[in-house]
């Protein structure tokens, strides 16, 4: 069963670096997955996919500081030189052919 | 630009059905999939549904908490996918997203639309 474990919350500083981590389930390490950021009260935004051997590719108007990378079955998604926007729920989601699969989000605090 | 804007959330009472739609735009609807994912106040998101396009058979897939009780279709003519909800449960309670898909990722998300079930 395809399921992603996220920690459920990070902090760092302004103008610092975080990074976040998204677990696949053993016998899914070769997924895909796709990284979304839902700033307070409003709708989820993609911001990349990436590839089991950390090539990635952002959507539209993604700035640079966000970066993603992989090992084994962790996914990771990096922010450089944090901003006060950077505070947001971030989600990983993959999928199978009959199958969505969210993992539970990580709350980030910029301080 | 993709545009995705969900409608007829609202207040319902359990038990009852609650059909929303979610009108698009910017891109050519026949040639995606389409998601339905929600979220209850103050949790995660939840994959509830999607349809595929035309070109692999527009067939469903759904997640077990609403199998049997919630359906998608799509209306390729007018560019609109819709959730019809029944037997809703006040478990169902959420901001439901309608989403634009791109090879399996939730990539272009609408505004979302509310719904209560409550008595």
């Known amino acids: 069963q395809l399921v992603l474990t996220q920690s459920p919350s990070a902090s760092a500083s302004l103008g610092a670096s975080v990074k976040l981590t998204c677990t696949l389930t053993?016998?899914?390490?070769?997924?895909?997955i796709a990284w979304l950021q839902q700033q307070p009260d409003k709708g989820p935004r993609y911001l990349m996919k990436?590839?089991?051997?950390?090539?990635?590719s952002k959507g539209d108007g993604i700035p640079d500081r966000f970066s993603g990378s992989s090992s084994g079955a962790e996914r990771y998604l990096t922010i450089s030189s944090l901003q006060s926007e950077d505070e947001a729920d971030y989600y990983c989601?993959?999928?199978?052919?009959?199958?969505?699969?969210f993992g539970g989000g990580t709350k980030l605090t910029v301080l | 630009e993709v545009e995705l804007v969900e409608s007829g959330g609202g207040l319902v009472q359990p038990g009852r059905s609650l059909r929303l739609s979610c009108i698009t735009s910017?891109?050519?609807?026949?040639?995606?999939?389409m998601t339905w994912v929600r979220q209850a106040p103050g949790k995660g998101l939840e994959w509830l549904s999607f349809?595929?396009?035309?070109?692999?058979?527009?067939?469903?897939e759904y997640a077990a908490s609403v199998k049997g009780r919630f359906t998608v279709s799509r209306d390729d003519s007018k560019s609109i996918v819709y959730l019809q909800m029944n037997s809703l449960k006040t478990e169902d309670t959420a901001m439901y997203y309608c989403?634009?898909?791109?090879?399996?990722?939730?990539?272009?998300w609408g505004q979302g639309t509310l719904v209560t079930v409550s008595s």
């Open positions: 989403v634009r898909e791109g090879g399996g990722i939730t990539m272009f």
């Open positions: 910017g891109f050519r609807f026949g040639d995606f999939a």
């Open positions: 349809i595929r396009n035309k070109a692999y058979g527009g067939t469903t």
């Open positions: 053993s016998g899914h390490s070769n997924y895909a």
């Open positions: 990436l590839n089991s051997d950390g090539s990635h």
């Open positions: 989601q993959a999928w199978g052919t009959d199958i969505r699969v």
